[in-house]
């Protein structure tokens, strides 16, 4: 099956799969579904629901395009969610936790702010 793979700093992406995925693994493993997403309407992005967009855009359940345009997302906000998982896990995308997390990778802020 192919991917739906966002290149970080820019929008290129490998081609559409042909067909669309009906299931895919979600961020615990089990499946999801189209009708499993959270709702287009969410305004509250518990880092479960950020962690199921990024699974069903990663695995071919949503193109990119479709999933901002669905969640009224940018571009750089959704990218900002796949980066934090790949770097942190699913916890990383607590919004309490970011600051930990900005200040971890850049050592010019210290820790003393």
Same mark, same amino acid.
């Given at each position: 099956?192919?991917?739906?793979?966002?290149?970080?700093?820019?929008?290129?992406?490998?081609?559409?799969?042909?067909? *669309?995925?009906?299931? &895919? /693994?979600?961020?615990?493993?089990?499946? #999801?579904?189209? +009708? %499993? !997403?959270?709702?287009?309407?969410?305004?509250?992005?518990?880092?479960?629901?950020?962690?199921? =967009? &990024?699974? /069903?855009?990663?695995?071919? !359940? !949503?193109? !990119? +395009? %479709?999933?901002?345009?669905?969640?009224?997302?940018?571009? +750089? +906000?959704? #990218?900002?969610?796949?980066?934090?998982?790949?770097?942190?896990? =699913?916890?990383? #995308? *607590?919004?309490? *936790?970011?600051?930990?997390?900005?200040? /971890?990778? *850049?050592?010019?802020?210290?820790? %003393?702010?």
């Amino acid at each position: 099956m192919s991917e739906n793979r966002v290149k970080y700093g820019s929008t290129s992406r490998s081609p559409r799969p042909a067909t *669309r995925a009906s299931a &895919v /693994a979600g961020p615990g493993g089990k499946p #999801l579904t189209l +009708e %499993d !997403l959270p709702p287009p309407e969410t305004k509250r992005w518990v880092s479960r629901r950020k962690a199921e =967009v &990024v699974a /069903a855009v990663r695995h071919g !359940l !949503l193109s !990119l +395009e %479709d999933a901002c345009r669905r969640y009224n997302l940018s571009v +750089e +906000e959704f #990218l900002s969610w796949q980066r934090l998982i790949e770097n942190h896990g =699913v916890p990383g #995308l *607590r919004a309490t *936790r970011l600051q930990d997390y900005r200040h /971890a990778s *850049r050592p010019d802020l210290g820790s %003393d702010l």
